[in-house]
């Protein structure tokens, strides 16, 4: 792997193999470790889309999901494969992603082995489309959308005789699914962050369909890892990007803190939240 980036994409170069060396033993980093991200159930892959060719060298997934592509090629050595997501397309069939700057994607630079296997191993993005560009001579043999999310167990469903109510929960929970991941997400195509009013104001949907115990406890304690010394507690934790205004002091974001604790008793009964925070 040569570059990896939560929002800009990663590139894996087939032809470079790993010469490992003996372990060194060093000092440590110093301070004190913080918080309990372990905790969160791992991210696993669920469904496979099996995608259709449009023009443009676009690929319809028929259904959006955060997904990672799973990609076969063939190409001499250094020939890469480069594949774009986005939610939308321009009525010309090329991809809008205007709305994420359209800068990420996954590449792969063949080794020259014959019909080769990829699957990347951390960035994911909402998209129902791929483009494919293919340059030094690579070909696409295989192309799939592997849907990944949070392996939080399902504990729900709902069905009824109203088609309408059954489509709307469908949209519902594919939104959910895309959006949990080590935290909760408000989308999972661009900033990828955890906003603190996903876990009060949809956690009792989205307990109804997910068993969140685990999730919502490691979620707590990102909420204590980022409260300042005053008591603030920001409206993202983990707080990778430090907002001004009301996009960091909103109550009811960083209400979360203490909203999240009674609702975890309400729905399993748990008082380690409370006990706790």
């Excluded at 372990?38 to 669920?46: D, E, G, N, R, V």
């Excluded at 069905?159 to 909760?184: G, P, Y």
Aim: one cysteine or more; glycine letters at 10%.
């Amino acid at each position: 792997m040569s570059f990896s980036c939560v929002h800009g994409g990663e590139d894996f170069d087939a032809r470079c193999q790993p010469e490992w060396e003996p372990a060194k033993v060093v000092a440590g980093p110093g301070g004190t470790l913080k918080g309990l991200s372990c905790a969160a159930p791992p991210i696993c892959a669920f469904d496979v889309l099996q995608p259709v060719r449009l023009d443009n060298n676009v690929y319809d997934l028929g259904q959006n999901a955060a997904m990672m592509p799973r990609l076969r090629a063939t190409g001499p050595a250094g020939s890469v494969v480069k594949i774009i997501p986005s939610e939308l397309l321009k009525p010309s069939g090329e991809l809008d992603d205007t709305v994420c700057g359209g800068k990420s994607y996954w590449s792969y630079t063949l080794a020259g082995t014959g019909n080769e296997a990829w699957f990347p191993k951390f960035f994911y993005r909402g998209a129902r489309y791929l483009k494919v560009e293919c340059t030094g001579g690579a070909e696409v043999t295989s192309l799939e959308g592997v849907v990944v999310h949070s392996s939080a167990a399902p504990v729900g469903q709902f069905s009824c005789s109203n088609d309408l109510f059954n489509r709307i929960r469908t949209l519902v929970r594919w939104a959910q699914r895309s959006n949990m991941m080590s935290v909760l997400t408000d989308c999972p195509h661009r900033e990828k962050l955890g906003w603190l009013e996903q876990y009060h104001l949809n956690g009792p949907s989205l307990r109804y369909e997910f068993d969140l115990t685990t999730l919502f406890a490691k979620g707590m304690n990102d909420m204590a890892d980022s409260q300042l010394e005053d008591g603030l507690v920001p409206d993202i934790a983990p707080e990778y990007v430090k907002f001004s205004g009301g996009f960091r002091d909103s109550p009811e974001w960083g209400s979360a803190v203490v909203l999240v604790p009674w609702q975890q008793y309400q729905f399993s009964g748990d008082l380690q939240l409370l006990r706790r925070y």
